[in-house]
């Protein structure tokens, strides 16, 4: 591959993703299975076909590109996800397939590697976050996956044009999986960081249920009003999170009938909750559903909780974050509050991440960044990683 | 007009509408100028077109049938509106058309009246409610109304197909305007009731701005989420109400991203709050505002409030309601918290509403409901009141 005059390969790379997919609020809708993220698939199997990679499908949604027979044993795979939240920063992702690429175009041919897009790993447009490595991992049933809509009504199975095909037997033969990722918090102060471990944390859906009647005319007194119970749970969660060093969200709502003169029908929030360890988060999420419940029988209101996808703790391959570490001149090992299709796979497969500083922190939203700079160290680290293991 | 066995003629026209914009929740989407309120129109001009009446347009959006040269002096105007809100009941509007076509069928045919179809009372599509009484009075500049947008972008200019042709000054020939509608609460315990006054009422658009990030790996000290400050609002206003005799609602909320594993951006309320007196709305607005923005400050988030329309209180013909419960057997004159194109009319011409009951009091709802036999004694009261009018 040729340099333009003064553009790193990464620069390069990234500037021909960059405008794929971008809102005019600067941030990503790469939603999977959606024309942006289709677009940014035909652009891996361009980038597989410009280094002789084999690209394969799993039946899933999950894309892979191979350098040496697909799934043969001692492979190692690297690679990450193109999907976006909505308005989201456009590092989340795809900074590890570009990354990827890049590391394997400074190994020797003979190395055995293969790069995965994995499909809907926000959980952006179907619900559940790392939907393609679940289905993978047979971590979710192809019945289940099939049968998820996304906001217009769309089934999953509908998107994918096909039954989702179900888990690869063959990823137990797979030597270790690297993600590289684009961190998510201030914690990392050095271009570089692995992966120790990511928090237990879930979704749950929480369905407020009231009376429909008229803003002007409905007396305070006679009202059944969702709205005053999900305020107070908003209230309550981000006050259990401060009580127990935990992180509680509620950053999406959908009101029925929604209008301004309108009392609410119906009020549906998510609660998105994480804690260091699993018996803090049940703890923390027991406790705001029972206030929540207590406060809804004040309001004259009903509370139906749904888990919509919890993940326990995951701890990452402890010696190979050691070596990797090691490898790397000491880069520190750090937790993270956020899930990764790594963490699905740790599961079968020896995994480890590393993260590429993001100075901000700020994350989920068009402010998301890393410089140029960082992210070359991060390439030149996953090549140095894909080497020693491969 | 003849008669199907069994079903009145109130019954028979009742059915001839009640499919036309009826969602699966058996609520309405009858939005302005959208397919369903545009189908009420033709049959509005096949209702006036099988009576031998005039229909006109006043290039605002507002559509008149006339016995009678149009807005001749002495003429009486009577009429609603055909819009709802999200998944509102069927009767609030179209009940006053319907009924002024069949009262006007009781009617000796030398009698002048209009009949009206406003455009845009609920403001469900463009915000501003009353839009087409608000043009036709003046109350609302043609340019201001014409930049309004829908949610998806559409202004007014653009839906009604022309700049608004802004006010009519024939109406101050109009002898009266009578204003046939469901009552929204359930104070009315009669089949009919005569208005007495509007509270002033108003809607204000609260933008919370924080800093959109990863809910995930954000601690809670760094956050700056602006949905902790609307949903402090959310109670504040109801307490405010509470105190002070008043409703205040927030039943309308946008978020950006509105992801659940994103902190928001933006969050987007809509207060709608009414008072029995000015005063009184001003002060729990105040103090809405003032609790709200001091709780930002705390949250460190920002808050931007815009009236998007406010109404003083409207007192209807004092002389005219009484002369219209005495005709009516002394029917009781009750106040409301509702909004209506007659409260801004009454600036111009001298106006009255009749209420239909409505038993359960349940109105903006697929709830909302009122008897066959009392939309029968609401058509037999307006036809008394136009013949003693005309």
């Given amino acids: 591959m040729t340099l333009d005059a003064g553009m790193t390969e990464f620069a390069k790379l990234w500037a021909e993703i960059a405008p794929i997919g971008r809102a005019d609020s600067g941030g990503y809708l790469r939603f999977a299975l959606t024309e942006p993220e289709l677009t940014l698939r035909d652009w891996f199997r361009a ?96 019945d289940q996956a099939a049968a998820l809509r996304d906001r217009d009504g769309i089934s999953f199975e509908e998107a994918l044009g096909a039954r989702p095909a179900g888990p690869e037997p063959r990823i137990e033969q797979i030597a270790a999986l690297v993600e590289l990722h684009i961190e998510q918090g201030r914690a990392l102060e050095t271009p570089v960081g692995v992966a120790s471990a990511i928090w237990p944390h879930g979704r749950w859906r929480m369905d407020f249920t009231g009376v429909g009647d008229h803003a002007g005319t409905t007396r305070m007194t006679d009202r059944r009003d969702p709205m005053l119970t999900f305020a107070f749970t908003v209230l309550a969660a981000n006050k259990e999170a401060r009580l127990s060093g935990a992180h509680a969200t509620m ?94 796979m740790s599961a079968h497969v020896p995994t480890a991440m590393l993260f590429v500083r993001n100075p901000t922190g700020v994350s989920h939203s068009p402010a998301e960044h890393a410089s140029d700079a960082d992210c070359e160290a991060g390439i030149e680290a996953l090549a140095k990683v894909l080497e020693d293991l491969t």
């Fill in 47 to 142: 980038q597989a076909s410009a280094r002789d990679m084999l690209v394969t499908e799993d039946g899933n949604g999950n894309l892979f590109a191979w350098r040496g027979e697909p799934w043969a044993p001692g492979t190692v795979l690297t690679g990450s996800h193109f999907d976006s939240v909505p308005h989201g920063g456009g590092y989340d992702g795809p900074l590890g397939i570009v990354s990827a690429f890049l590391a394997a175009d400074r190994l020797e041919k003979s190395r055995r590697i293969g790069i995965a897009a994995f499909v809907e790993e926000e959980g952006g447009r179907f619900g559940v976050p790392c939907l393609g490595s679940r289905l993978l991992t047979g971590f979710i049933k192809p």
């Fill in 251 to 344: 950053g999406r709502v959908q009101v029925e009938p929604n209008a301004t003169n309108a009392i609410p029908s119906l009020v549906r929030g998510w609660l998105d909750a994480r804690a260091a360890d699993t018996a803090t988060l049940d703890r923390v999420v027991d406790e705001i559903v029972r206030k929540s419940t207590e406060r809804a029988g004040r309001d004259g209101t009903a509370l139906a909780v749904t888990a919509e996808s919890v993940t326990g703790e995951v701890a990452f391959h402890e010696e190979l974050a050691r070596r990797i570490s090691s490898l790397l001149g000491d880069a520190p090992i750090l937790p993270t509050g956020a899930g990764h299709d790594a963490g699905v």
